[in-house]
């Protein structure tokens, strides 16, 4: 098992700045990949971003690149989400994700940190 937290949300203006972190417990030698995901209210959970935890590859989503960054700390066991520019649709619970195999499904889920962007 392996038990993700959130920590770092909080409510900032648009065109503002936040730092999400998410810190990785357990059996942390079994991850492939951490990714963050977030669900605005009313709407489904979507893909936001994802590090492979050993080569540091990543991938965003459209509506995000070039305005957030995930970065991780292997020795730390800690995943990061650098996000700029933030906007009001950026307004969600962002949840932080971990999985064990490439391309599959996330195994393990943190319990969500609130992110609201005032206009």
């Known amino acids: 098992q392996v038990q993700l937290v959130e920590s770092g949300g909080g409510l900032v203006q648009a065109g503002g700045s936040l730092g999400l972190s998410c810190v990785a417990s357990?059996?942390?030698?079994?991850?492939?990949?951490m990714g963050w995901f977030r669900q605005a209210p009313g709407k489904e959970r979507q893909y936001v971003s994802s590090i492979n935890w050993r080569d540091g590859s990543t991938n965003y989503a459209d509506s995000v690149k070039d305005r957030f960054i995930i970065s991780r700390d292997n020795v730390k066991n800690m995943v990061y989400l650098r996000m700029d520019r933030l906007k009001p649709e950026d307004t969600a619970i962002y949840y932080c994700?971990?999985?064990?195999?490439?391309?599959?499904?996330?195994?393990?889920w943190g319990q969500g940190t609130p992110v609201t962007v005032s206009s």
């Open positions: 994700a971990a999985r064990r195999i490439s391309k599959g499904n996330y195994d393990y």
């Open positions: 357990g059996r942390t030698l079994n991850i492939d990949t």
